[in-house]
């Protein structure tokens, strides 16, 4: 089965940039999408398309890609911007969709 | 605004059967893709189920495909999840969540938690 791996956890000083990684062999093909959670609370989609930001998610949140990764970049976090963050992708030989195993984002 | 509200969650015993209701507003809910998504608890999201909103064609993660069904009542502005011969593995909070043109979900609800013990 497919599967879209992240490291369990990222950790960053107030202000400075975070990074989230998310790799898998098809996303050369597909597109990969960001969900942001925090504690008890629904996710919210932040990335879309790899790199489109949906309206009402702050600037400071991109996304790119390069090869079978994606990376989720947070500029300048914020404390406010812990929680879990998790990608999203589909296989290429589908139709299922698989979530990655999700970063716990630390900012302190 | 949309707005999703998940119901029908509860406790249920190993091989019992309980349905899932998420009633949906704010958008043209025929117009869109549906889809389930699950998280055990202190664990990450898992997609359980999806389907279009153009011809009603369903997809399901192996762990549930065989047992579990996603539909739809358009005119109730409504989506199902029949569950059937549940283990407790399928314990988690069921999110319902409108979904675009990838079938990537856009807008969740807030959750139903369903919990299977004897």
């Known amino acids: 089965s497919y599967e879209l791996t992240q490291p369990p956890s990222v950790s960053v000083s107030p202000g400075q940039t975070a990074r989230i990684t998310c790799s898998g062999d098809?996303?050369?093909?597909?597109?990969a999408y960001w969900y942001q959670q925090k504690s008890g609370q629904a996710p919210v989609l932040v990335i879309y398309e790899d790199s489109k930001r949906p309206s009402g998610i702050p600037e400071r949140f991109s996304g790119s890609s390069s090869g079978t990764m994606v990376t989720l970049t947070i500029s300048g976090a914020q404390g406010e911007d812990e929680a879990d963050y998790y990608c999203y992708s589909t296989d290429s030989s589908g139709p299922y969709w698989v979530f990655g195993g999700g970063t716990k984002l630390t900012v302190l | 605004e949309v707005q999703l509200l998940e119901s029908g969650g509860g406790l249920v015993q190993p091989g019992g059967s309980l349905r899932l209701s998420c009633v949906a507003s704010?958008?043209?809910?025929?117009?869109?893709?549906m889809t389930w998504v699950r998280q055990a608890p202190g664990k990450g999201l898992e997609w359980v189920s999806a389907i279009s909103g153009s011809d009603g064609s369903t997809y399901y993660a192996d762990s549930v495909k065989g047992r579990f069904t996603i539909s739809r009542d358009n005119s109730k502005n409504t989506l199902y999840l029949q569950m059937n011969s549940l283990r407790a593995e399928d314990t988690a909070v069921y999110y319902c969540?409108?979904?675009?043109?990838?079938?990537?979900?856009?807008?969740w609800g807030q959750g139903t938690l369903v919990t299977v013990a004897s």
């Open positions: 969540a409108k979904s675009g043109s990838s079938f990537h979900p856009d807008s």
């Open positions: 098809a996303l050369p093909k597909k597109y």
């Open positions: 704010g958008f043209t809910f025929s117009s869109y893709a």
